[in-house]
């Protein structure tokens, strides 16, 4: 049958302005939808030697074909056609299991034996917070999805940025959807949403499983109409509002200046304040110290080891290795999937806080770092 096929969620690593872009018909926000679900299908499952340019042009036509080569889906090589970029199917689901079970179990006894010290340098923060929480936002979300990422591409060993014939900077990971994979997909704590300016980002960091009310994900449904009904009340309060507003308004209570009422509202909604009062961590300028200081601390413990695991990820028998997909992209997602194995192990274990479960939007903890 025609609707007989995989069907796949695609993730995005942005390095553009997702709302300047967000009308742009080669934005991949606007390219990978269930419309190529078939395609992606058709090639996982023909074979090598069938899996040509030329049949799946006729079966699904040229135009199709040739945006998801422009966008780095897809890949042409001697007329056989490739994934290009990061693809997880069902059949790798047991391989990946095992691959980073043992992995973040090693890493994280490495955290383990220095957690007094971890405890020690962030009782420096006078948030208000305690130790295990700060740790949850400095450890699993700034350090390991920020800094990490960043020392990592510095050494060639990740990549954190591709660019495409659109002109536009992503990276593309995509995902059967199916049980077997939603541990990786969904489940694990890796998921870092963020709006942000030169002076304050109002964050939150958590798992994927289910659609998180915060303001990222707000502001990119509502610029495609698409914001479910679990948004309905924010929709309201925030309904003339951006993400400057947002941000700008949160500058004002932080310097206790005057905030416009639908602004203080919003983030109300949004979780940031309660009674009209901040009820999240706030990271300050005056954090930055402690907060460099901790992650000092783990990259002496655990950068060296971890490069040297990912370097060399030719033992993960998977579909994107054997396609051919650059080993630097596919280890930009292999580090999210160890370093969400390894935030499970610490929240299970009690070293960082455990993020509450909201029905329908998933784990998170959400947070507020000042810049300046």
Request: charged residues 25%; proline residues 3%.
């Amino acid at each position: 049958m025609e609707n007989d096929h995989r069907h796949f969620s695609c993730f995005l690593f942005e390095s553009f302005d997702a709302h300047a872009e967000s009308g742009n018909p080669l934005n991949p926000r606007n390219l990978l939808n269930a419309s190529v679900d078939s395609i992606l299908s058709w090639t996982a499952d023909t074979p090598t030697e069938r899996r040509t340019f030329h049949a799946a042009c006729k079966r699904f036509g040229e135009d199709s074909i040739t945006r998801l080569i422009d966008s780095g889906i897809l890949r042409k090589d001697n007329q056989v056609l490739f994934f290009d970029t990061p693809v997880f199917l069902s059949e790798d689901a047991e391989k990946l299991a095992s691959f980073f079970s043992v992995a973040a179990t090693r890493f994280v006894r490495l955290i383990r034996e220095k957690e007094q010290k971890l405890y020690e340098l962030a009782g420096a923060v006078k948030n208000g917070f305690s130790a295990q929480i700060n740790l949850y936002h400095i450890i699993c979300g700034m350090c390991f999805d920020g800094l990490f990422l960043d020392r990592l591409s510095e050494a060639g060993i990740l990549s954190n940025s591709r660019w495409h014939k659109s002109g536009l900077d992503y990276l593309a990971v995509i995902y059967e959807k199916c049980s077997v994979l939603e541990r990786f997909s969904n489940n694990l704590l890796c998921s870092y949403n963020r709006i942000q300016n030169d002076v304050c980002a109002l964050q939150s960091f958590g798992d994927a499983n289910g659609s998180r009310l915060d303001c990222y994900r707000f502001f990119r449904l509502r610029e495609k109409n698409l914001l479910p009904p679990e948004f309905a009340s924010i929709k309201e309060t925030a309904a003339d509002l951006s993400e400057d507003d947002l941000l700008i308004g949160l500058s004002d209570i932080l310097n206790k200046k005057h905030v416009d009422p639908m602004i203080a509202q919003s983030l109300e909604s949004f979780g940031y304040l309660k009674n009209g009062h901040i009820c999240v961590p706030v990271f300050s300028r005056k954090d930055s110290d402690t907060i460099r200081t901790i992650e000092s601390f783990l990259e002496d413990i655990l950068l060296r080891p971890i490069g040297e695991w990912l370097s060399d990820l030719s033992a993960l028998k998977i579909t994107a290795v054997s396609h051919g997909v650059a080993n630097g992209e596919i280890a930009n997602e292999c580090w999210h999937i160890l370093f969400g194995c390894m935030n499970e192990i610490l929240v299970s274990t009690g070293v960082v806080a455990k993020p509450p479960f909201k029905a329908g939007e998933g784990r998170y903890l959400q947070s507020i770092e000042v810049y300046r």
